[in-house]
């Protein structure tokens, strides 16, 4: 038991290690001590649950201790910077004022290709435009464009446009959701005129249905099978 | 901050859990091995009553600690002990002396390797 204790706490950190080691791009969504905790704790569960020979504690006793140092580590990693940055890395300034950090990229692995194909995803095609691109700890890069490069705002063109709030679904596919109109303030009879002003007589030849805080309507009907 | 000490505390419960439960085993193998190595003895010198019943006593404590030693331990390996005290008993009654002998350091160095796999040291952990 001792031995299965002191395993999983070597393994934990060596795979943390690993993981930190292998670079952000590796690690996608989740910090590098959640991504072990998913990769490691499945398994662990599955071997005693199939082999009755095996004493569910040994399955038991890694488990808790995984959940532990978690637990620990999440709570340092809240508390102390320089521990955040062992554990969870720095984000790195891939790309600074246009120019690229070579540097950086290699340190994270990070190819120029997998960066044009990021920028891309963002709608930036041209480098040059880019004043800053962060890789973040969990794996992301973020992508600030040069002042001159972002999109004018309403508030810049001293436009003030009807703010019309989140727009709930009424009906999802074919089904009325009660707790969404009644939210709005509407009722039955008002979704019962809706679907007359489109020719439908029930609710389930709707495929959505939504109403803003303007109570505005976006309407799709069902599309007819065959 | 009470997370982590919550944290902390529990794994170090575990800690000295996984250490009571090596030092206990410890303990128990040693004196089940103490009284097969007593009961050969006596075999040796042709006192088979006694190291029959030297012999059962260890098998009673054994098995007395059943419930533990299934929680604790792969189940193949207490099986293994389990066969090895009846097939050591059955030796005593017909009384052969050399498959005795051999039965019994086996069901003694098993009995050890329990305790030895659990030991806290290097060579374990890696």
Redesign the interface.
Known sequence: MVIAFLRTVILYLLIIAGIRLMGKRQVGELEPSELVLALIIADLAAVPMQDFGIPLLTGIIPILTLLCITMALSVLTMKNVKFRAIVCGRPSIIVENGTLHQREMQKNRFTVDELMEELRMKGITDLSTVKYAILETNGRLSVLPYANQLPVTAEQMNVTPEDVGLPVVVINDGRVIERNLHTRGLDRNWLDKQLAQHKLKQPSDVFLLTVDEQNRVYFVAKEAVG | ?K??W???A??AA??C???L??WYLRGFTRELTGLLEQAEALAEAGDWERADLLTRSAFEHWSSRDGYL???????DTDLIHVGFQEVLEFIECQEGGEYSAANARLAAQIQLIYE??Q?TLK??F
Not at chain 2, 70 to 76: A, D, G, K, N, Q
Request: net charge positive; no cysteine; aromatic share 4%.
């Open positions: 901050m997370r982590l919550i944290a902390a529990i794994l575990l800690f859990a996984t250490l439960n090596s299934h929680v604790t331990l792969r189940h193949s796999s659990e806290l374990n952990v």
